[in-house]
T-cell receptor
Framework: DAGVIQSPRHEVTEMGQEVTLRCKPISGHNSLFWYRQTMMRGLELLIY????????DSGMPEDRFSAKMPNASFSTLKIQPSEPRDSAVYFCASRGRDYNEQFFGPGTRLTVL | GQNIDQPTEMTATEGAIVQINCTYQ??????LFWYQQHAGEAPTFLSYNVLDGLEEKGRFSSFLSRSKGYSYLLLKELQMKDSASYLC????????????FGKGTRLSVIA
């Protein structure tokens, strides 16, 4: 299995631009999680999906952030408009029905200038 | 509520033993995970404790005390490549809920 796949791996954009991060979970996994990691705040849960349905988005910082999971093999996290304080590493993770362990993707390092 | 506490940084010498502690307050606590994260990389699974006691896996061991809300990760025969952040995370009984992560302990192994 290829593991959790994220794209792009690096994104540099200017303030005000739209940013879309993509995630492909491990095949057969039914839960998907989006995290943001910074030095100051550590690993923060933004939103998670069970069976493609958003369950808890209370970690999404503002209305500028949105996430979708149109099918079991794909999810997006969108920031519009982006701001410099959104600069962070964004991780996607997935988990199977019979597991407690979460498997992380390689992350997307976002820099907003 | 959910709360995971662990030290921010630790330094240890190559070849030595280091213990990284974690205390937790997690509603509906089920088990405790440890993840390793090298700089610029994703967290990777190290261990999972559900029952009280020590789980040994090579140079790494993890301990859990449910009554005390306490866990530790023990690293033996430290190597330079063990320099990384170590994340403590709690899981709950409530089905497919996310892990609750601590902020991580950054371990530096020095010669």
């Amino acid at each position: 299995d290829a593991g959790v796949i994220q794209s792009p791996r690096h994104e540099v954009t200017e303030m005000g631009q739209e940013v879309t991060l993509r995630c492909k979970p491990i095949s057969g996994h039914n839960s998907l999680f989006w995290y943001r990691q910074t030095m100051m705040r550590g690993l923060e849960l933004l939103i998670y999906f069970n069976n493609n349905v958003p369950i808890d988005d209370s970690g999404m910082p503002e209305d500028r952030f949105s996430a979708k999971m149109p099918n079991a093999s794909f999810s997006t996290l969108k920031i519009q408009p982006s701001e410099p304080r959104d600069s962070a590493v964004y991780f996607c993770a997935s988990r199977g029905r019979d597991y407690n362990e979460q498997f992380f993707g390689p992350g997307t390092r976002l820099t907003v200038l | 509520g959910q709360n995971i506490d662990q030290p921010t940084e630790m330094t240890a010498t190559e070849g030595a033993i280091v213990q990284i502690n974690c205390t937790y307050q997690t509603s509906g606590f089920n088990g405790l995970f440890w993840y390793q994260q090298h700089a610029g990389e994703a967290p990777t699974f190290l261990s999972y404790n559900v029952l009280d006691g020590l789980e040994e896996k090579g140079r790494f061991s993890s301990f859990l005390s449910r009554s005390k809300g306490y866990s530790y990760l023990l690293l033996k025969e430290l190597q330079m490549k063990d320099s990384a952040s170590y994340l403590c995370a709690g899981s709950t009984y409530s089905g497919n809920t996310p892990l609750v992560f601590g902020k991580g302990t950054r371990l530096s192994v020095i010669a």
